[in-house]
């Protein structure tokens, strides 16, 4: 039988390297931009266009006239194929009679800009900070629930508790990946921070969970059957007969997503590429991460008492 509890330190070897990678790219993205992450304007306020032209625009031509304009710091990317002439603008706030005149100007200069097609928002600061608290308020929440959970459901497996809190470390470890790829391509290709990311985290956070759950509660129905047995042996094995499962259940959605990130639209790219690396760290970390913690901390408490009794 392959023994994979045997080399979990290694697993949590490359477990730390990812996240110190990760908080290596949150630091430098807070030494460049002053937040660990780039934010969108639903966090930091502003205003965000969306334009449609009757024809090919160059997107130097649209910096030039925002510029002009005394908005020089402004994002443009394009939005969907080149053949749909659709641009994103993310600037500070403007006022209804800047956009106006740089309507106008882009009219002139660039390109005729669909007013029918045209999207217009002002984002207030408070509400990406709300959407934060919310989302921190509901992740701490849902941790101390899963503990709860966790340790009601296997109370009749010996230290319940343990399984609790090694599910959440689990959970955290793929958090702080996604969230430290989030920050790398904030570096590299700008990507932002806005409600999608929010909503791709807490959905990591939630296949993580389950995957974690769904292993523990194998080793809960082997311990019985398999007395005699090593905890360490128990454990393999329960990770043997649901690591298929596990596999297969991601392996179905990581397709999917790959199959968005090569095909979908420049908007959504950024939400599945975390969903797809949370995912997939969230995977490894249940398999590799949460299970061999549990047996980590099992036979190190055996060793103490050991020590205790041979002291006694």
Known sequence: MFNIVEKRRWYFIASLILVLVGL???????????????????????????????????????????????LSEAIVQRLGGVEENTWQVRTREAAPEQIQGILNDLDAQVGRVNRDLLTYETVSPLVGGEVTRAAAIAVAVSSLIIVGFIWWSFRRVPHAFRYGVCAIVAMLNAILVAIGFYALMGIVQGWEVDALFLTAILTVTSFSIQDTIVMFDRIRENL????????????NRSILETIHRSLATQLNAIFVMIAIILFGGDTIRPFIATMLVGMVTGTYSSIFIA?????TWELAAERRAARKAALA
Request: net charge neutral; hydrophobic share 50%.
């Open 224 to 235: 019985p059957r398999h007395r005699g047995e090593p905890f360490e042996r128990v454990v």
């Open 291 to 295: 299970v061999p913690l549990v047996v």
């Open 24 to 70: 290596a790219m949150l630091g430098l993205s807070w030494a460049r931009f002053g937040t660990p992450v780039r934010l969108s304007i639903d966090f930091t306020g502003g205003s965000l266009l969306v334009l449609h032209f009757d024809r090919a625009a160059d997107e130097q031509a649209i910096r030039d006239v925002l510029a002009a304009h005394g």
